[in-house]
């Protein structure tokens, strides 16, 4: 048989006893590793004491609702301005002078990369309008050295067609020229 469990409404409420805190700033110093704490404990509330099991927000016993018991208990804390104090932390813990000097360092690497690409590109179209015409060049010398070789071929046949008709016409007169201007030897 399963157990049935009854809800009961509690007719009234048992205040707990909780330990004194007591409530100190400490004014952050640049050489304390700690120098980003504050603590400030909160307002105790007296003796009127809310029992409730939920506590009311409009209730007056609402620990932090009477501005006068908050303003009173934290006359150290309140005058400082808790947005000012974390600009003025934060500020100081990220430096922006590494980080702004990096980002000139990128963008002056990033202008000489560019340039450099440009130089380069600019290189290389140089590079391969003198490489077109060396070629061209190269085939012109090329085409120059095949005539100049056919021309030297048909002067050499031409020389040797003469000397042959000198040598059959002309035989004493012939070997008389050669003996007192004799061929080159190629050696």
């Known amino acids: 048989m399963p157990a049935t469990y009854i809800y009961r409404q509690p007719t009234e409420a048992v205040p707990l006893a909780m330990p004194?805190?007591?409530?100190?700033?400490?004014?952050?110093?640049?050489?304390?590793?700690?120098?980003?704490?504050?603590?400030?404990?909160?307002?105790?509330?007296?003796?009127?004491?809310?029992?409730?099991?939920?506590p009311s927000l409009t209730s007056g016993s609402y620990v932090g609702s009477n501005p006068a018991d908050y303003e009173s208990s934290h006359?150290?804390?309140?005058?400082?301005?808790?947005?000012?104090?974390?600009?003025?932390?934060l500020s100081s813990a990220i430096n922006p002078l590494p980080l702004d000097r990096s980002l000139v360092r990128q963008a002056q690497t990033s202008g000489q990369l560019n340039a450099k690409n440009r130089e380069l590109a600019e290189l290389q179209a140089l590079a391969q309008r003198r490489l077109k015409s060396t070629r061209a060049n190269f085939t012109d010398g090329m085409n120059a050295a095949k005539e100049v070789k056919r021309d030297l071929e048909w002067t050499q046949k031409r020389v040797t067609d003469l000397k042959t008709k000198a040598n059959r016409r002309y035989p004493t007169s012939y070997h008389r020229a050669n003996a007192k201007y004799p061929i080159p030897v190629d050696s």
């Open 75 to 89: 006359a150290g804390a309140a005058s400082v301005d808790m947005v000012d104090m974390m600009h003025v932390r």
């Open 20 to 54: 004194h805190k007591t409530q100190y700033y400490t004014q952050p110093t640049q050489s304390s590793p700690y120098s980003g704490r504050m603590a400030v404990s909160p307002p105790e509330a007296g003796s009127s004491v809310n029992t409730s099991a939920v």
